[in-house]
């Protein structure tokens, strides 16, 4: 069996579709993973244990200069990278026009498939014309989990199984830093902002149980931000440098646990089996938020939460990990 996953973006949808690699690998164990995803993602998917060769693609970028003789240069390498052999089964697990057409133009084996989504499900990215892109499409339910989605569309066109918990198998490196909370503050959506005076005073009762804690920034609006609860704090926080993706996984992997807004980092935390609190000012719980286990928990929802709740939710994570509830 040799399958192409076009997976992408955004970074947290990449992660959440993951877990379909370990389930087509129980099922196919000889199975040849490969994935089509945005360059940015590529370090990170290249981490996920059973993926053969990542296929770097860069839309977001080639949209700025489209008829740059560079641009479609890379285009055609692109092709022909994509194209270097043949596919059992192309999966398009982002069900959107673009997406669509990468699964497209990938070379089918004799009697090899492509396939997506055959309809839209509540609060998830998709594009009608699909259906006619590619060559099968899958029912799915209108209201539907991320994981369990990406993960109903492997099933329907390769037969895995999805009773099980969901596995990411990331692979990562570096040295335990025990008593260091990540807390990912980070967000591309400005609904997805917890105010600044929260995580103040949630550092401070972290610092106050001893906790060091750690400042991811990946842009100078992050870093300025970062920076600014640092000096509150004092030594006991660190912010964390520029650092590319697979870096940033092998800190946080380390790390004794994570709290974070609805982002990528906090959906890396689920994937790295961390205590995560995961805090969401906009009703998305029952479509990202974590799910079937103790110590990985959703709080907020219809409207941001307060501090209180969200440290009385990092307090239960600990005790769960600690098989103490």
């Known amino acids: 069996m040799k399958l192409l996953i076009v997976k992408l973006s955004s970074l947290g949808d990449v992660i959440q579709t993951m877990p379909v690699v370990a389930d087509v690998l129980q099922k196919y164990p000889q199975a040849q993973i490969d994935w089509v995803v945005e360059e940015a993602f590529a370090p990170l998917v290249e981490r996920v244990?059973?993926?053969r060769t990542v296929i770097p693609i860069a839309q977001r970028r080639w949209r700025k200069s489209r008829w740059a003789e560079q641009t479609i240069a890379e285009k055609n390498a692109f092709?022909?990278?994509?194209?270097?052999?043949?596919?059992?089964a192309v999966l398009d697990f982002q069900g959107l026009i673009k997406s669509a057409w990468v699964a497209r133009q990938a070379r089918l084996t004799h009697g090899g498939f492509t396939g997506t989504y055959g309809n839209a499900s509540e609060l998830c990215g998709y594009e009608w014309p699909v259906r006619w892109i590619l060559q099968r499409t899958y029912p799915m339910p209108r209201r539907i989990h991320a994981v369990a989605r990406y993960r109903a569309l492997a099933s329907a066109a390769l037969g895995t199984d999805t009773t099980q918990a969901a596995r990411y198998a990331l692979t990562h490196h570096g040295v335990p830093t025990p008593g260091v909370v990540v807390l990912a503050h980070g967000t591309t959506r400005a609904d997805n902002e917890w105010p600044a005076a929260d995580w103040l005073l949630l550092?401070?009762?972290?610092?106050?149980?001893?906790?060091?804690?750690?400042?991811p920034q990946a842009n100078a609006q992050e870093s300025v931000f970062a920076h600014a609860i640092a000096a509150e704090i004092g030594p006991m926080a660190q912010v964390w440098p520029r650092l590319s993706l697979a870096q940033v996984l092998d800190r946080m992997a380390n790390c004794s646990g994570v709290i974070g807004v609805d982002s990528g980092l906090s959906h890396l935390a689920v994937a790295l089996d961390l205590p995560h609190v995961?805090?969401?000012?906009?009703?998305?719980?029952?479509?990202a938020g974590p799910v079937g286990c103790e110590y990985q928990v959703a709080v907020g929802g219809d409207a941001a939460p307060d501090v209180s709740v969200v440290w009385q939710a990092w307090l239960q994570v600990v005790r769960a990990?600690?098989?103490s509830v």
């Open 278 to 287: 995961q805090i969401f000012s906009q009703p998305r719980v029952w479509r």
């Open 79 to 88: 092709r022909q990278k994509l194209q270097a052999q043949a596919f059992d």
């Open 49 to 51: 244990q059973g993926v």
């Open 203 to 215: 550092a401070r009762h972290l610092v106050a149980q001893g906790h060091h804690v750690a400042l």
């Open 321 to 323: 990990r600690s098989g």
